[in-house]
């Protein structure tokens, strides 16, 4: 069970907005900034959202990352089919000392 | 271009160790931090260590702390993880990523510890 929590699964269908939450505590996500991950199937992770809300460069605009207090979110607009993946959030624990994985986020594309 | 590839996975029985590697290319190594994550076969993603840019500061998860040791050779570009003690749970791909963030990942190694 990991300190870091998101839902394990999620649905939308093409071009409709669907968000991820990812829900942390006062050790993490409330004092840390947060990142979030695509991985396809059979693939490396690759990163898609930095420091809650910064895109890497060729990142497109459709995806968005916000946080307010110990929770953050991952927000995808105009789905597409290649969307279908797992997102995973991820944050400093200051308790821990180290990186906590939200358990990851199945989104699938109907 | 960024690029990192690990390498030294395989089968090790219980109780056995392993060294992984990971060859950094397209950036300056010495002026990042360095990650390693697994993921167990169908499991998310798991934090597993991390290394400063001079390796003074090493962090690692709890189910690795004390059998684990992560290092770095910044004069040969590559970051390790000496593995000992190991456990079926260890049975993972391990990745290595570019800073405390991840920025880039390499393709992973497979670790599997199995009798």
């Known amino acids: 069970q990991s300190v870091v929590t998101q839902p394990p699964s999620a649905s939308g269908t093409p071009g409709q907005r669907v968000t991820i939450s990812c829900s942390g505590s006062?050790?993490?996500?409330?004092?840390?900034?947060v990142n979030w991950y695509r991985q396809l199937p059979g693939t490396a992770p690759k990163l898609l959202i930095y420091?809650?809300?910064q895109r890497p460069s060729g990142v497109p605009d459709r995806f968005s990352g916000s946080k307010s207090g110990t929770s953050a979110s991952l927000a995808i607009s105009g789905l597409q089919s290649e969307d279908e993946a797992d997102y995973y959030c991820?944050?400093?624990?200051?308790?821990?000392?180290?990186?906590?994985f939200g358990g990851g986020t199945k989104l699938t594309v109907l | 271009e960024v690029h990192l590839l690990e390498s030294g996975g395989g089968l090790v029985q219980p109780g056995g160790s392993l060294r992984l590697s990971c060859a950094a290319s397209?950036?300056?190594?010495?002026?990042?931090?360095m990650t390693w994550v697994r993921q167990a076969p169908g499991k998310g993603l798991e934090w597993v260590s991390a290394?400063?840019?001079?390796?003074?500061?090493?962090n690692y998860a709890n189910s690795v702390k004390g059998r684990f040791t992560i290092s770095r050779d910044n004069s040969k570009n590559t970051l390790y993880l000496e593995m000992n003690s190991l456990r079926a749970e260890d049975t993972a791909v391990y990745y290595c990523?570019?800073?405390?963030?991840?920025?880039?990942w390499g393709q992973g190694t497979l670790v599997t510890v199995s009798s």
């Open positions: 006062s050790s993490n996500i409330g004092i840390k900034t």
């Open positions: 990523g570019r800073d405390w963030s991840c920025d880039y």
């Open positions: 290394i400063g840019e001079d390796g003074t500061t090493t």
């Open positions: 397209g950036f300056r190594f010495s002026t990042y931090a």
């Open positions: 420091s809650n809300n």
């Open positions: 991820a944050v400093w624990d200051d308790s821990l000392n180290g990186g906590v």
